[in-house]
């Protein structure tokens, strides 16, 4: 029985990598570049649309466990990650094209792997597919997920940040530094007083947004705007203070120049290895780009910066995962079927790789007539897997790794929250040593 991966995003190259490592034989089918999503530019694999972040990279975050989890289980995605990373002080930030040209490079080389640029518009009813099409899928596979699947989808709304280059940005204003001192003077730092916060303030709540796409238009009404990607603007408009307490944060951050805490600080962090470019941390935005230019130019630091790539916005698709889709994420009512990436209702890079890669391994347990491996909800991989299968409570909303749906620990463990996780973190890397060797 053949494999067929549609979608060369982070979740579709993993899952065909691992496939493809256990021997069986991949079509791995995407539309660029003869066919780009609205927030698509590049033309490699693997692109990196909102932020080149991964997010932290120490095991007592949750966010860092998965990550470590999957580098000990062979993840082409975290081996790109490690081999074009960019300093980002306790997170871990790549090159974004450099990521995506590794990534590239390794599916196209893969003896096992053929890759066949195409716009799909359903599946091969006589072989194991994985749909991996993003958060962006196109209208024809939309529809057939819809119909022909019997998947609802639902829609939300993400927010990519601006990119500045770094020799606009005023450094007798601004200055290096990472919060704490943790990690080196990776970030850029814009130091705000109460009176030019309140200006920037007025100026961003008033800001004019650009247009919803034509694409966009018919779920207008019926916008989502995911917590983890919020606009800067509408994070705002929830009060004065919200952004002094949330990417604004100035604690942990005294100016040099004062030795003293800013009222807000803007942090910039590094978009690319050679330190040329800069994106405005938490500043995802749907102004248009007038404003933006207006608006953020507000910025101490940033009055003559220049505007590489300005934050744009754009619908996410993703379906209703529980009661559809199975912990080894194959559709219930269709086994042949898996799902993988954002639009199963996990949230970000890493997450979306996750999924692909437990994806990616079942399908191929699949072709080989193996039973489905699922993986343990004491590992953050399986949390994340077991999320989507069975959801939490209310509606299913999207969801990014976090230690609140792993398994709960059966011993109290004293010492707080940092000595809890640190006990989610040994346990869970003690599982994934002992099961690496049967997937």
């Not at 995605?77 to 980002?88: G, N």
Request: hydrophobic share 40%; with cysteine; proline share 5%.
């Amino acid at each position: 029985m053949k494999l067929n991966i549609i979608g060369a995003g982070l979740a579709g190259c993993e899952a065909a990598w691992q496939a493809a490592e256990r021997g069986v034989s991949v079509r791995l089918i995407e539309m660029k570049p003869e066919k780009y999503s609205p927030a698509h530019k590049y033309k490699g694999m693997a692109e990196l649309v909102c932020s080149n972040s991964l997010r932290a990279d120490i095991v007592t975050n949750a966010i860092g466990l998965l990550k470590e989890e999957l580098r000990r289980m062979n993840s082409l995605i975290m081996e790109a990650a490690e081999a074009t990373k960019v300093a980002a002080g306790g997170a871990l930030a790549v090159d974004r094209y450099k990521f995506s040209d590794y990534i590239t490079e390794k599916i196209l080389s893969h003896p096992n792997i053929e890759v066949v640029n195409s716009e799909a518009d359903g599946i091969d009813p006589d072989a194991v597919t994985v749909v991996a099409t993003g958060p962006l899928t196109s209208d024809k596979m939309s529809e057939f997920i819809e119909q022909k699947l019997g998947c609802g989808k639902l829609h939300f709304f993400d927010a990519a940040a601006p990119i500045v280059s770094a020799d606009s940005i005023n450094m007798d204003i601004a200055f290096m530094a990472s919060r704490y001192g943790k990690g080196g003077s990776d970030y850029i730092n814009c130091p705000m007083t109460k009176e030019q916060y309140t200006e920037f303030y007025n100026a961003l709540i008033t800001a004019r947004e650009a247009e919803l796409h034509d694409f966009d238009k018919e779920s207008q009404k019926d916008i989502k705007v995911f917590e983890g990607c919020m606009p800067v603007e509408v994070m705002a408009r929830r009060g004065f203070e919200t952004l002094c307490f949330g990417p604004l944060k100035p604690v942990g951050l005294p100016d040099p120049k004062t030795g003293k805490e800013a009222y807000a600080v803007v942090q910039l962090r590094r978009e690319n290895d050679e330190g040329t470019l800069y994106n405005l941390v938490g500043f995802q935005t749907h102004l248009a780009f007038p404003e933006q230019k207006r608006v953020f130019s507000m910025i101490p630091g940033l009055e003559s910066a220049e505007f590489v790539r300005y934050g744009v916005m754009h619908r996410n698709t993703y379906i209703n995962s529980p009661g559809l889709l199975s912990p080894d994420y194959s559709l219930i009512s269709s086994p042949n079927v898996f799902f993988a990436g954002q639009m199963t209702g996990v949230e970000g890079y890493i997450e979306s790789a996750a999924s692909g890669f437990v994806a990616g391994i079942n399908a191929a347990r699949r072709v080989l007539g193996d039973d489905p491996f699922i993986f343990p909800r004491e590992t953050e991989i399986g949390a994340m897997a077991a999320y989507v299968s069975n959801g939490g409570t209310g509606d299913f909303q999207p969801m990014n790794a976090n230690f609140g749906i792993i398994a709960p620990l059966t011993e109290k463990v004293k010492g707080g929250k940092k000595a809890r996780y640190e006990k989610y973190a040994q346990r869970s890397l003690e599982m994934i040593d002992n099961i690496k060797n049967d997937i």
